[in-house]
């Protein structure tokens, strides 16, 4: 049984605040003030679902991603270092917004009840943070209510939001014939750098790759990563690697600035037709850009990794004499550009914002490339596909090379670090600089705007969050705009992590996109 005694009084100490909190798309996300409380009982909760799963390790990620400094989140990581199962969310929420130690124990026993948990059964946690200064204490909130319940968890330290899914996974493949990998950072390190310098070996060397670390956890990632992998086979030029001064984390760099505003971090001289990208404050995201010889900026979002990458797969497979089907999922928030272009090549869905949507449909492909057009995204190859590729008779460096590009990806979840040496790797094999991987098609000029409102639970969706439902006449008024413009497409819908409605316009030319009235006034994101 719960020991409630022990729950009462610790809890006690983490007091919570007149605020209701609501475990959503990223898990539990607000001021970094606001969350001891909440830390405190996510420990509880990630005890009862380790129980729940027979003693599987859970993971516990203590980040608020590409959110301003003073913000700080949480979030559970499922078995096999997927998102927590959406059928778990209303628990989060439950807990979180009990409202006296006395009601947290009674909603703790109807969970128990409810999901029918075995209260006997060992649990394991592994749990990590990113830079935020107010990780410490809320770590130190997390390991409280994992103490409280009897539960011993494991500290992964400040690690990167995919390297924590990694580690979860490690833990509980190991020993099996899923087994993913070593259980350690090092672990970690060291298959990429294996994966990568077969991917690389005997090519042409690039020019070096210049990195925006978004002053995060991904600058001490990436330089423990550049020290196990030589110099020779990827040059990399480190930037924006401040994690000590206050207030620099995701301040005027990373990957969800030079995807809004369409432009490098201000300080950043772009040589023509060099390489850059960027990483989001807790590194699961990343986007390429360039300059051409004009000085004009260009990015290379998501969608543009996707097709990369799809396309050098496909080939791979092919050159390997397999037959194995290669699927795009993306959202509406990818260019029409991209979409008409993956279309002619793949089988492409659509499926609403947030990484477990496009998670879910890419498991149904043999081999699932996703991407969010702002840069987080993955490939993951089933099963069947993983023991074809292992066990295809005629060798081959075609198959080599594709036995090794699923090893280079954290098919766990996006990740910045796994994704760059992706993309390195597509455009090392194709002699392409960031202008011939550019070139494949050219994005509809678009704008995405935020509008806040008195209530945005009253905009519902359908058709993949591509039409608005309610409230009633919004959509046929798109319609109305949309049907005049040009290559136009435009659609509405409510946030998962902010209290606002996104709307999304493209349309042939920039002054078509920005067009009618309602874009153009509003505040640009
Ligand atoms: P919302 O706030 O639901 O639009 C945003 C991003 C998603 C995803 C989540 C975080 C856009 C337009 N939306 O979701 O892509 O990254 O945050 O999980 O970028
Ligand atoms: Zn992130």
């Known amino acids: 049984t719960l020991n409630e005694v022990v729950i009462k009084h610790r ?31 996510v420990g509880l909760l990630a005890a009862l679902r380790s129980k729940k799963l027979g003693g599987k390790v ?7 991603s590409h959110n301003p400094e003073k913000d700080n989140g949480v979030k559970l990581v499922d078995p096999m270092g997927e998102m927590l199962h959406s059928s778990w969310e209303a628990y989060a929420t439950q807990l979180a917004n009990a409202l006296s130690a006395e009601a947290l124990i009674a909603a703790l026993q109807q969970i128990i009840l409810a999901a029918e948990i075995d209260l006997t059964v060992p649990a394991t946690v592994v749990y990590g943070h990113d830079t935020r200064p107010s ?12 103490e409280s319940i009897g539960v011993k968890g494991i500290a992964a330290g400040l690690v990167t939001t995919p390297q924590l899914h990694y580690l979860v996974r490690c833990y509980n493949t190991q020993g099996t014939k899923e087994a993913y990998g070593e259980a350690t950072l ?21 020019p070096a790759l210049t990195i925006d670390c978004a ?42 600035y030079v995807k809004t505003k369409q432009q490098a971090p201000p300080g950043t001289t772009l040589v023509p037709y060099q390489r850059y990208c960027s990483y989001d404050g ?44 290669v699927g795009v999922v993306q959202t509406a928030y990818a260019n029409g550009a991209s979409t008409e272009y993956l279309t002619n090549k793949v089988p492409t869905t659509c499926v609403p914002t947030g990484v477990k949507h496009l998670h879910h449909a890419a498991e149904s492909y043999p081999i699932g490339v996703y991407f969010e ?36 990806i954290n098919q766990t979840v996006g990740d910045a670090l796994s994704d760059m040496l992706l993309v390195e790797t597509v455009l090392l094999h194709r002699k392409w600089g960031p202008g011939e991987w550019d070139a494949a ?85």
Do not use: W
């Open 11 to 41: 809890s006690s100490l983490h007091p919570r605040p007149d605020v209701t909190f609501a475990y959503g798309t990223a898990g539990f996300r607000t001021s970094a003030d606001l969350l001891d409380s909440v830390i405190f009982r």
């Open 58 to 64: 859970i993971g516990v990620m203590v980040t608020a």
């Open 135 to 146: 990780c410490p204490g809320l770590v130190k909130a997390l390991e409280d209510g994992l």
């Open 186 to 206: 090092e672990g970690y390190y060291q298959k990429l750098a294996a994966a990568y310098t077969t991917l690389a070996k005997g090519r042409h060397l690039l």
């Open 215 to 256: 002053n995060g956890v991904g600058a001490p990632a990436l330089k423990a990563f550049s020290s196990v992998i030589s110099h020779d086979i990827l040059p990399l030029i480190i930037t924006r690697d401040d994690t000590t001064t206050r207030g620099a984390l995701n301040s005027e760099c990373g990957a969800d």
């Open 282 to 325: 807790d590194a699961d995201r990343i986007v390429y850009y360039y300059a051409d010889d004009k000085g004009v900026f260009h990015l290379l979002d998501g969608d543009k990794i996707a097709g990369l990458v799809a396309g050098f797969i496909m080939d791979l497979v092919k050159e390997a004499g397999l037959e194995l089907e």
């Open 373 to 408: 057009a702002n840069g987080h995204g993955t490939v993951l190859f089933s099963p069947t596909a993983l023991s074809t590729i292992a066990s295809h008779p005629t060798p081959s460096p075609a198959l080599a090379n594709l036995q090794a590009v699923t090893e280079v």
């Open 441 to 525: 098609y050219t994005d509809l000029p678009n704008r995405l705007v935020k509008v806040f409102v008195k209530d945005r639970y009253a905009f519902s969706t359908e058709d993949a969050e591509r039409k608005v439902v309610t409230p009633e006449g919004l959509q046929a008024g798109v319609e109305a705009i949309v049907g005049k413009t040009e290559k136009g497409r435009s659609f509405v819908r409510p946030s998962g992590t902010e209290d606002c409605v996104r709307v999304y316009a493209e349309a042939a030319t920039r002054e078509l996109a920005d067009g009618e009235s309602t874009f153009s006034r509003r505040r640009a994101l």
